[in-house]
Nanobody, 126 residues
Framework: QVQLVESGGDSVQAGGSLRLSCAAS???????MAWFRQAQGKEREMVST????????NYADSVDGRFTISQDSAKNTIYLQMNSLRPEDTAMYYC????????????????????WGQGTQVTVQS
């Protein structure tokens, strides 16, 4: 069974940086890995996706240029480096995984991801 454990969430001032980590129990090579976030009262939204084997990445427009997804394959760990944080980035951040489907991009809908972590809270104060 796939297990994903996030860490790194914190409360920071606007303009600050955080790095989230997602430790996976499996070899992530053939998986689409993703970060989603859910702010209070809002739907869960894709932040970034990564297909490690193909090197494909994708970002939500709201974070493109500020956030970077990366991986350490030796540790089966996915990271989300978040810079220039804004109050609107405040949310619970979740790591998600689903097996990669050949010929497709990694999905950006939460419903297409089968495995989820418990989430880590990011709060950005103005």
């Amino acid at each position: 069974q796939v297990q994903l454990v996030e860490s790194g969430g914190d409360s920071v001032q606007a303009g600050g940086s955080l790095r989230l980590s997602c430790a996976a129990s499996m070899n992530t090579r053939n998986y689409c890995m993703a970060w989603f976030r859910q702010a209070q009262g809002k739907e869960r939204e894709m932040v970034s996706t990564l297909f490690i084997y193909g090197g494909h990445t994708n970002y939500a427009d709201s974070v493109d240029g500020r956030f970077t997804i990366s991986q350490d394959s030796a540790k089966n760990t996915i990271y989300l480096q978040m810079n220039s944080l804004r109050p609107e980035d405040t949310a619970m951040y979740y790591c998600a995984a689903t097996l990669y489907q050949a010929g497709n991009w990694c999905p950006d809908l939460a419903a297409e991801y089968h495995d989820w972590g418990q989430g880590t809270q990011v709060t950005v104060q103005s």
